[in-house]
Nanobody, 114 residues
Framework: QVQLVESGGGLVQPGGSLRLSCAASGISFNLYTMGWYRRAPGKQRELVARVTTGGSTNYAEPVKGRFTISRDNIKNTVYLQMNSLKPEDTAVYYC????????WGQGTQVTDSS
């Protein structure tokens, strides 16, 4: 049974930071490209960042220079460090594991507190 469990969301002031975590189980974690997506109110889900099995990363333009994705293949966990948060970063953030099929977490809410 595949499980992706996100944590770390919450309320944050503009300019603040949060670190999201996603713990994976039931998959060979090191074989999967891992990603973070988000769905803002009234919008479609969009890619935020991905990290490949080899450690290569790519980011959506709105978050470049502010967010950092990383993975720990020992802990089977992927992280999203979010700095300089903006009101438009408010969304539900979803963890994704991609290798021929995609698995999704349940999401964690990040909300601007202003």
């Amino acid at each position: 049974q595949v499980q992706l469990v996100e944590s770390g969301g919450g309320l944050v002031q503009p300019g603040g930071s949060l670190r999201l975590s996603c713990a994976a189980s039931g998959i060979s974690f090191n074989l999967y490209t891992m990603g973070w997506y988000r769905r803002a109110p009234g919008k479609q889900r969009e890619l935020v960042a991905r990290v490949t099995t080899g450690g290569s990363t790519n980011y959506a333009e709105p978050v470049k220079g502010r967010f950092t994705i990383s993975r720990d293949n020992i802990k089977n966990t992927v992280y999203l460090q979010m700095n300089s948060l903006k009101p438009e970063d408010t969304a539900v953030y979803y963890c994704n594991a991609d290798r021929f099929v995609m698995y999704w977490g349940q999401g964690t809410q990040v909300t601007d507190s202003s």
